[in-house]
Nanobody, 119 residues
Framework: QVQLTESGGGFVQAGGSLRLSCTIS????????MAWFRQTPGNDRQLVAV????????TYAEFAKGRFTVSTDDAKKTFDLQMNSLKPEDAAVYYC????????????WGQGTRVSVSS
């Protein structure tokens, strides 16, 4: 089992920055992939970025490229999402997720943290 807890959401003006953190606990050896998703009301969860933990290889959604960066701190067991140049359309609930496999659905999810961006 892997437990994920997000933090760092909040309110920011357009153009500002936020850093979200996902604290990972439990049997982290099973976390083969880590990812950030986001969701707005009435819409499916949207992938923001996914990282393969063994290699560090990271894939970003088009809207995230150049603005968002993920990072891992093995000592603190955190998986962070640094978001810069935020836009009103980035407002969403952001979720951290972990997968025990190299593809397919994610097995573990955090409770989400809300990001609000004013124009």
């Amino acid at each position: 089992q892997v437990q994920l807890t997000e933090s760092g959401g909040g309110f920011v003006q357009a153009g500002g920055s936020l850093r979200l953190s996902c604290t990972i606990s439990g049997n982290t050896v099973y976390a083969y992939r880590m990812a950030w998703f986001r969701q707005t009301p009435g819409n499916d969860r949207q992938l923001v970025a996914v990282q393969r933990t063994r290699t560090g290889s990271t894939t970003y959604a088009e809207f995230a490229k150049g603005r968002f960066t993920v990072s891992t701190d093995d000592a603190k067991k955190t998986f962070d999402l640094q978001m810069n140049s935020l836009k009103p359309e980035d407002a969403a609930v952001y979720y951290c997720a972990a997968s025990t496999g190299g593809s397919g659905p994610f097995d573990f999810w955090g409770q989400g943290t809300r990001v609000s961006v004013s124009s």
